[in-house]
């Protein structure tokens, strides 16, 4: 779900570039310990920073909410390579997906926001908890991508009446969320489908990345 340059108000737009920052930062930090301690971590990086560019540009346009929608790939991300890390590599996406008329410069924190923070935190958490519950991987993988999907979609919903329509918050976002719900629902169950299937294969046959980045 990435917002257009010239949606959002000013203030806005440098509240959700602080937040993102915040994140990124710390990814930056935590990538760097990584990358010392596993050498190997930063190609896994960068495979994950790769999924999230092509995953996220194939985009359906919401003309009436100056938005798109589209499916996330950043819970993936953050199961593989943690939330911190994805905060990073969502935003070097994004960064080049804005030469693709996708997104924009100055909604660049608010995307990674709702993408790379709220989307892989989420998906990450729900991941963890389901894991700890009992879950297989693909099950617990597969919520993951779907929650992490639509909470990125809530999060640009919120984005956008907190901007636009402040007055009624709350009838604004109920409406831009309807107004992605159509297209956003079909494309977290497909989610739910190839991040389950991406993190069970893993599992199976590399198991030892899904822990690369916790060490």
């Known amino acids: ?86 905060s990073v590599v969502t935003s070097i996406a994004l960064f080049f997906q804005m030469f693709l008329a996708h997104g924009g410069i100055t909604t660049l924190g608010a995307n990674t926001v709702s993408l790379g923070v709220v989307g892989a935190f989420a998906g990450y958490f729900i991941y963890k908890l389901m894991r700890k519950a009992g879950a297989s991987f693909w099950l617990a993988a597969g919520v993951g991508g779907l929650v992490g999907d639509l909470l990125t979609y809530a999060t640009t919903a919120l984005q956008l009446a907190l901007s636009l329509n402040p007055e009624t918050l709350a009838a604004s976002w109920s409406f831009y969320m309807v107004g992605f719900l159509p297209t956003q629902v079909p494309l977290a169950i497909i989610e739910f489908a190839f991040t389950a299937t991406a993190i069970q294969y893993i599992a199976s046959h590399r198991p030892e990345i899904l822990k690369w980045w916790q060490k």
């Open 1 to 86: 779900m990435h917002i257009m340059d010239g949606i959002l108000d000013p203030y806005s737009l440098a509240l959700w570039l602080i937040v993102a920052l915040a994140f990124i930062a710390i990814g930056v930090w935590q990538i760097g310990k990584r990358r010392v301690e596993k050498p190997a971590f930063m190609s896994i990086l960068a495979l994950m920073g790769a999924a999230v560019f092509v995953i996220s540009v194939w985009h359906i346009p919401v003309a009436f909410a100056g938005s798109s929608a589209h499916p996330c790939g950043t819970a993936l991300a953050a199961i593989v390579v943690g939330p911190f890390a994805t």
